[in-house]
């Protein structure tokens, strides 16, 4: 069996209906056995970070490793960047490369490159891969597309890189297909178990804090029915936010640099916390940690070095979360909980106070008032994938996402351009029904490209660029620490017109200015006609339009800009 036929079918093997590419020399050989033996769909994307990000989108729908695959040198490299998106969010991927042949690798040899696009791409993505394997012996093939596939899923999730020199892709083998259980499972302390049911029940203000790592431990039914038994109030980190149902009385908000503030008071109020998934990283508990140090924490993660990292005096319960929430549920069968009431009056009393529709003064559209509208008409999106920037916070503070949504982002990677190729691996995994798609002006133009990808697709996925014809959240940080001047971020009326880009490329695309015409606009993307259609929403963002609530810089996380004043500046 040729090599190359024994990856394809593989894959099918393992349940992958579709791949992300840009073909290249060096992997021709792989892209005609998938066409040839097996139904899996080949989808050829405009760039390889794109087909990279496509991969992620489709493996954090599906919960199977994303497959994307690029020729030596350049391809491979332009992979890189989606490699560690996945490797900071915990999503399950399988890039597959292919290198020149073997005796034109350079080896030891005391040069820079023997064979023609020979790049040494595993010492480069070591860091941001779980593993990483090249293949010189055709014959370890299967072990090694076995244990890949292993690697990637168990633990905390994360990518694997393949590099297949082309020569062994075309050599002959006598197969063995493996199969490997994934164990997942660690052994829990049941005594720590004992003391957090009895500080649930104590607590007056406690709260949990749901993050990705709940659905990347395809652990989500489980964690919806811990928190209908203990009847705990929900803050959630940005990767967290489809993990609690917008109309769930339990859900609380956004908490972080740029939360709701009324989530951020809570969380730096509470006296108990019990964290789900969460690194608790600088994002989520701003750069002074001591405000929320002084209370009861139990952090539950699968790899130690995250709990007691930055956050110190925490209760380690190191556990898959599918264990965790297993244990609990077996450790209380007998036991009943009851709703806080004056602290879950609390909270609510918060939210009528900061509501955050009113923590903007802009002109024009004002974008959470936007996000409301879009999202509350939108229950037939499956997913919201927001890219980096203003837009994404305005849509975590603000969108609805009713049970069964999901909402995507580049969260530890921060990349610029995820959406939408992700949008594209998105809708894919959800057999080509409607996503959203929500990117700023200057996102949009690091992968355009993709429009012809989704065109050529007839994927219904629906694009809303919030256009303020600037990079708005850096233009805020000119604002505040260089007197305003906007060095590489603001090109006002420069700025192409989005809807007859879109246009340009076959999709049916229209412009709003007012508010006024929000409601129309959200309509026409779920007309009969048009529902099963990609189109484009150019939505027109005053740039001087600030990001807030957002943390005030050298203090705690519940004291916020515009109201709290960075201490920084308190000092000019």
């Not at 890189?80 to 597959?96: E, K």
């Not at 077996?330 to 918060?350: A, G, H, M, P, R």
Request: hydrophobic residues 40%; charged residues 25%.
């Amino acid at each position: 069996m040729k090599v190359s036929d024994f990856i394809a079918e593989f894959l099918e093997k393992k349940g992958i209906k579709s791949v992300f590419e840009l073909s290249g020399g060096m992997i021709t050989h792989i892209l005609d056995s998938l066409n040839q033996k097996t139904n899996i769909d080949i989808i050829t994307m405009h760039h390889e970070q794109a087909a990279a990000f496509a991969a992620e989108g489709y493996a954090r729908v599906t919960g199977l490793p994303g497959i994307a695959l690029a020729t030596s040198g350049p391809g491979a490299t332009n992979l890189l960047t989606g490699m560690g998106s996945c490797y900071f969010d915990s999503t399950p991927a399988v890039f597959i490369t292919g290198q020149v042949n073997r005796h034109e690798l350079k080896g030891d040899r005391e040069i820079r490159q023997l064979g023609f696009q020979e790049t040494d791409i595993l010492s480069m993505a070591k860091p941001i891969t779980k593993a990483c394997f090249q293949i010189n012996d055709a014959n370890e093939i299967p072990n090694v597309f076995e244990k890949a596939f292993k690697i990637a899923l168990e633990g905390r999730p994360g990518p694997v890189l393949i590099d297949i020199p082309m020569d062994v892709q075309r050599i002959q083998i006598e197969p063995e297909f493996f199969i490997s259980e994934i164990e997942d499972s660690l052994e829990i302390d049941l005594d720590i178990f004992k003391e957090l049911i009895q500080d649930i029940k104590n607590a007056k203000k406690p709260l949990v804090l749901s993050g990705r790592g709940i659905r990347a431990g395809k652990s989500q039914e489980l964690f919806e029915d811990f928190i209908v038994k203990t009847q705990l109030p929900v803050i959630t980190t940005l990767l967290g936010l489809d993990t609690i149902s917008y109309d769930n009385s339990q859900r609380v908000g956004f908490i972080g640099s740029y939360g709701n503030r009324w989530a951020n008071i809570a969380f730096g109020e509470c006296d108990l916390l019990i964290v789900l998934g969460s690194r608790l990283d600088i994002r989520q508990t701003g750069a002074d940690t001591k405000f929320i140090e002084n209370r009861k924490i139990y952090h539950i993660d699968c790899e130690k070095g995250e709990i007691n990292n930055r956050v110190k005096g925490c209760e380690a319960i190191i556990a898959d979360l599918k264990s965790f929430f297993n244990e609990f549920k077996k450790q209380t069968f007998d036991d009943s909980f009851f709703i806080k009431e004056e602290w879950v009056n609390y909270i609510n009393d918060l939210k009528n106070t900061w509501p955050d529709i009113k923590e903007l003064d802009t002109k024009g559209i004002n974008p959470n008032v936007f996000m409301h509208s879009l999202s509350n008409k939108s229950k037939n999106a499956k997913a919201y994938l927001a890219d980096v920037g203003s837009h994404q916070m305005w849509a975590a503070q603000s969108l609805e996402l009713y049970k069964n949504q999901q909402f995507l982002t580049s969260g530890g990677m921060g990349a610029m351009g995820f959406s939408l190729p992700a949008g594209i691996g998105a809708c894919i995994a959800f057999n080509k029904e409607p996503v959203i798609v929500l990117i700023g002006d200057g996102c949009m133009q690091i992968n355009i490209q993709e429009l012809q990808t989704i065109v050529r697709n007839k994927l219904p996925v629906k694009i809303v660029v919030l256009n303020n014809r600037t990079l708005g959240m850096i233009r805020q940080f000119q604002d505040s620490y260089f007197e305003s001047r906007y060095q590489s971020t603001y090109w006002g009326y420069d700025a192409p017109d989005f809807a007859k880009v879109a246009i340009a490329y076959g999709i049916d695309a229209k412009t709003i200015e007012d508010e006024k015409d929000i409601e129309n606009a959200v309509d026409w993307f779920w007309k009969n006609e048009n529902k099963n259609k990609p189109q484009l929403l150019q939505v027109m963002i005053d740039p001087h339009t600030n990001t807030y609530p957002k943390i005030a810089f050298g203090r705690p996380i519940t004291e916020m800009e515009p109201f709290a004043k960075p201490i920084a500046m308190e000092a000019t």
